[in-house]
């Protein structure tokens, strides 16, 4: 029972052009999300967070958009670079529940194409 | 601030050993976790410390698997009588108490079992 979906596994795009991922989530207890980006060999980087208080937040080429009502998340990138390439993960976590776990979608794989 | 280290970075034993992992958290970080990951997964949460109080333990850690942190600072998560399916990626992560501040990984300790 997966708590936190990304359903494409994967997403090429050109260099220059918007990057959009995904995320869907069904435990409405979450109130806490987070994107992390993993290269090859390293743990994961905090890349951007969004509290359910908010919709949107903004860090540089980074914006993540929280829709509660759909339970649906999505992080935008502009523009692409071919460093952006990358497996992108979403988290989640119920901190008003007392609960400081993340729990993790399966990852999409960004390729950024020069 | 050196990010979060974990030690070693790779381990290989043969079944039935038992294996232990070390993690210092960013200095000053309160709480630490440890989560496990699997190739084409997501990071899996194993448990969560505030200082040397172990708050949340998921399902997943069995009872062949014990964690620690004494003194608040460094902790150790040890797996005794490893099997074929303890092979993965055990990651740290820390995170300060303040605000809804991210947690911060480490680059992971890769075991493998023979």
């Known amino acids: 029972d997966q708590q936190v979906k990304q359903n494409s596994p994967s997403l090429s795009v050109q260099e220059g052009r918007i990057s959009i991922l995904n995320c869907d989530y069904t435990n409405s207890m979450f109130d806490y999300f987070l994107w992390y980006k993993k290269y090859p060999a390293e743990g994961p980087t905090f890349l951007i967070s969004?509290?359910?208080?908010?919709d949107k937040n903004e860090d540089g080429r980074f914006t993540v958009f929280l829709n509660k009502s759909a339970k649906h998340l999505s992080l935008h990138i502009v523009p692409s670079q071919p460093g952006d390439s990358a497996v992108y993960f979403c988290a989640a976590s119920a901190r008003g529940a007392g609960s400081y776990q993340l729990t993790f979608g399966k990852g999409t794989k960004l390729s950024v194409i020069p | 601030d050196t990010g979060v280290s974990q030690d070693p970075r790779h381990k290989i034993t043969k079944r039935g050993q038992n294996v232990t992992f070390r993690c210092d958290p960013i200095s000053e970080h309160n709480r630490l976790y440890w989560y496990r990951q699997t190739l084409g997964q997501g990071p899996e949460f194993l448990t969560y410390f505030q200082n040397e109080a172990q708050l949340e333990k998921s399902r997943l850690l069995s009872d062949r698997f014990s964690a620690e942190r004494p003194k608040g600072s460094f902790s150790t998560l040890e797996i005794q009588r490893t099997e074929q399916g303890d092979s993965a990626m055990y990651l740290c992560a820390s995170s300060s108490r303040t605000g809804d501040q991210p947690q911060h990984f480490g680059d992971g300790t890769r075991l493998s079992i023979l």
């Open positions: 969004i509290s359910s208080i908010k």
